[in-house]
């Protein structure tokens, strides 16, 4: 083990990291020697400053740990050649390098512990990260009605995006639910369209039943009349020898009342196109209206999306202009950029 790696042990008392980097099958000789290394190595820690903030913090956390594993492995390695040269002590020895390997084993995990326990909480911080993209992900169901899509949309509006939790992910969050909000918004709007379309469709359908049912109404009474009419002739033709002029004026009378039967009917005949002529003009005006909507939505969220990738570029490019000039680091500059935009900086704003 190198003298650096010992100096790095017990720097208080270095003769004793010089004299176990020198000769490790020492401590054997001389077992008090393990506590006052062990002291040393617990002072060192309790003086430590333990930095989890930053790269270079962790890896002297892990450097200390590697240290002491380096001590424990010059130990035990000199602990098996005292057994080859010294069979008679084997069980004597045996019992310090066990007892060295369970210590120092223990204050290597202590001197680890901090870098540990920040490493599982990244690993859960990340794992709800990725929950939180994959939920942003999620396709919405085309044939979903539109109160439960809306329902759906309030859910993904009510998501927070903690910088805390997302760290250098934020810009990438917030977008990743401002195209979930805008899918949403799609697939509303599809939804309403469709809805909007089947009722028109059961309106249409119903007025066309009705349209139907007065037709055969009219024919009815067509057929009823002209029955009634043939029955009047017939009754007209058994008295005609006997009552000539009776006979004329009834004819007179049932020509009037055919032609009066005829213009009521062309006047019916006449008012129902003009209804389907109006339900028709109607429909189109309804579609036409419709159309114009659409193609304002469309171009709403054409606005949007454009607006969105403008702001996003324009924050990209400052947190690149900050970090290239070597102000501050990546994750300080979306974190600045971040606090501007939500209005924490005083006189400080985007030009979007």
Same mark, same amino acid.
């Given at each position: 083990?190198?003298?650096?790696?010992?100096?790095?042990?017990?720097?208080?008392?270095?003769?004793?990291?010089?004299?176990?980097? @020198?000769?490790?099958?020492?401590?054997?000789?001389?077992?008090?020697?393990?506590?006052?290394?062990?002291?040393?190595?617990? $002072?060192?820690?309790?003086?430590? &400053?333990?930095?989890?903030?930053? +790269?270079?913090?962790?890896?002297?956390?892990?450097?200390?740990?590697?240290? *002491?594993?380096?001590?424990?492995?010059?130990?035990?390695?000199?602990?098996?050649?005292?057994?080859?040269?010294?069979?008679?002590?084997?069980?004597? =020895?045996?019992?310090?390098?066990?007892? +060295?390997?369970?210590?120092?084993?223990?204050?290597?995990?202590?001197?680890?512990?901090?870098?540990?326990?920040? %490493?599982?909480?990244?690993?859960?911080?990340?794992? /709800?990260?990725? $929950?939180?993209? $994959?939920?942003?992900?999620?396709?919405?169901?085309?044939?979903?009605?539109?109160?439960?899509? !809306?329902?759906?949309?309030?859910?993904?509006?009510?998501?927070?995006?903690?910088?805390?939790?997302? /760290?250098? &992910? =934020?810009?990438?969050?917030?977008?990743?639910?401002?195209?979930?909000?805008?899918?949403?918004?799609?697939?509303?709007?599809? #939804?309403?369209?469709?809805?909007?379309?089947?009722?028109?469709?059961?309106?249409?359908?119903?007025?066309?039943?009705?349209?139907?049912?007065?037709?055969?109404?009219?024919?009815?009474?067509?057929?009823? +009349?002209?029955?009634?009419? /043939?029955?009047? @002739?017939?009754?007209?033709?058994?008295? /005609?020898?006997?009552?000539?002029?009776?006979?004329?004026?009834?004819?007179?009378?049932?020509?009037?009342?055919?032609?009066?039967?005829? #213009?009521?009917?062309?006047?019916? %005949?006449?008012?129902?196109?003009? +209804?389907?002529?109006?339900?028709?003009? %109607?429909?189109?005006?309804?579609?036409?209206?419709?159309?114009? @909507?659409?193609?304002?939505?469309?171009?709403?969220?054409?606005?949007?999306?454009?607006?969105?990738?403008?702001?996003?570029?324009?924050?990209?490019?400052? !947190?690149?202009?900050?970090?290239?000039?070597?102000?501050?680091?990546?994750?300080?500059?979306?974190?600045?950029?971040?606090?501007? *935009? @939500?209005? &924490? *900086?005083?006189? =400080?704003?985007?030009?979007?």
């Amino acid at each position: 083990m190198p003298d650096t790696a010992m100096a790095n042990i017990g720097h208080n008392s270095a003769a004793v990291g010089e004299m176990l980097a @020198a000769d490790p099958a020492l401590l054997f000789r001389e077992p008090d020697m393990l506590d006052q290394l062990c002291s040393e190595i617990e $002072a060192e820690l309790a003086a430590a &400053e333990i930095t989890l903030d930053t +790269a270079s913090g962790r890896s002297a956390i892990a450097s200390r740990a590697y240290a *002491i594993a380096q001590q424990k492995t010059a130990i035990d390695k000199a602990g098996k050649a005292l057994n080859e040269d010294h069979r008679a002590a084997i069980a004597k =020895v045996d019992a310090v390098r066990r007892d +060295a390997r369970d210590r120092l084993d223990s204050l290597k995990d202590r001197a680890r512990k901090p870098l540990t326990d920040w %490493e599982q909480a990244e690993d859960a911080r990340k794992a /709800r990260v990725e $929950a939180f993209m $994959a939920q942003m992900s999620h396709r919405p169901d085309p044939l979903a009605a539109s109160a439960d899509l !809306v329902a759906h949309r309030r859910t993904i509006e009510a998501a927070t995006i903690d910088p805390d939790l997302f /760290r250098g &992910e =934020v810009l990438k969050a917030r977008s990743a639910k401002a195209d979930a909000l805008a899918r949403m918004d799609d697939a509303i709007i599809a #939804a309403e369209k469709r809805e909007a379309d089947a009722a028109e469709l059961e309106r249409l359908r119903k007025a066309e039943e009705a349209r139907q049912k007065r037709e055969a109404e009219a024919r009815a009474e067509r057929e009823r +009349a002209e029955a009634a009419a /043939r029955r009047k @002739a017939e009754e007209e033709q058994m008295i /005609r020898d006997a009552e000539a002029r009776a006979a004329k004026r009834a004819e007179e009378a049932a020509r009037r009342q055919a032609a009066e039967q005829e #213009a009521l009917r062309k006047s019916e %005949e006449a008012a129902r196109l003009a +209804a389907e002529r109006r339900a028709k003009e %109607e429909a189109e005006r309804r579609l036409r209206e419709k159309e114009e @909507a659409e193609a304002q939505a469309a171009a709403e969220r054409a606005r949007r999306e454009a607006d969105r990738k403008h702001r996003q570029k324009v924050q990209t490019e400052a !947190v690149g202009a900050m970090t290239e000039r070597g102000l501050i680091d990546e994750d300080a500059a979306v974190d600045l950029v971040t606090a501007i *935009i @939500a209005g &924490e *900086i005083p006189h =400080v704003s985007f030009n979007f």
